[in-house]
C-alpha cells in the first residue's frame, strides 16, 4: 500500500507564510507528477502547483510569483512553499503523486488525506 501524509497547515494572517510538505511511503517503486490542489467550501478542487521527477513545474495563474513547489526525490517528497498568503488562499490543500508500485506497472493515482490551511487575522 500506499501512503501519502501532508503536514504544515495551520492559521496564518495575510501576507504570512508556510511550508507544506508531503511525504510518500510504503510501496514505491517511483513517482512521476507530484502536486498539490486545493479545495474551498463550496468550490471545486483546483490544481496549485505541479512538479515532475525532472523538476518541471506548472502553477496556477493565481498563485504564480507567490508559491514554490520542490520536491526531495530521495525521501519521495513534495513540498509547496507559500508567501504573501491571501484571505481567498484559504482552502484544504491535498497532495496528489502518481506512483508506480513495480516495475512495469502502470502508475495510479494517490491522495493526501488534505491539511486546512486558514489565512486570517
Known amino acids: 500500500q500506499v501512503q501519502l501524509v501532508e503536514s504544515g497547515g495551520g492559521l496564518v494572517q495575510p501576507g504570512g507564510s508556510l511550508r507544506l510538505s508531503c511525504a510518500a511511503s510504503?510501496?514505491?517503486?517511483?513517482?512521476?507528477?507530484m502536486g498539490w490542489y486545493r479545495q474551498a467550501p463550496g468550490k471545486q478542487r483546483e490544481l496549485v502547483a505541479a512538479?515532475?521527477?525532472?523538476?518541471?513545474?506548472n502553477y496556477a495563474d493565481s498563485v504564480k510569483g507567490r508559491f514554490t513547489i520542490s520536491r526531495d526525490n530521495a525521501k519521495n517528497t513534495v513540498y509547496l512553499q507559500m508567501n504573501s498568503l491571501k484571505p481567498e488562499d484559504t482552502a484544504v490543500y491535498y497532495c496528489?503523486?502518481?506512483?508506480?508500485?513495480?516495475?512495469?506497472?502502470?502508475?495510479?493515482?494517490?491522495w493526501g488525506q488534505g491539511t486546512q490551511v486558514t489565512v486570517s487575522f
Open positions: 510504503g510501496r514505491v517503486f517511483s513517482i512521476n507528477v
Open positions: 512538479i515532475t521527477s525532472g523538476g518541471s513545474t
Open positions: 496528489n503523486a502518481d506512483i508506480r508500485t513495480q516495475w512495469l506497472f502502470a502508475p495510479n493515482d494517490y
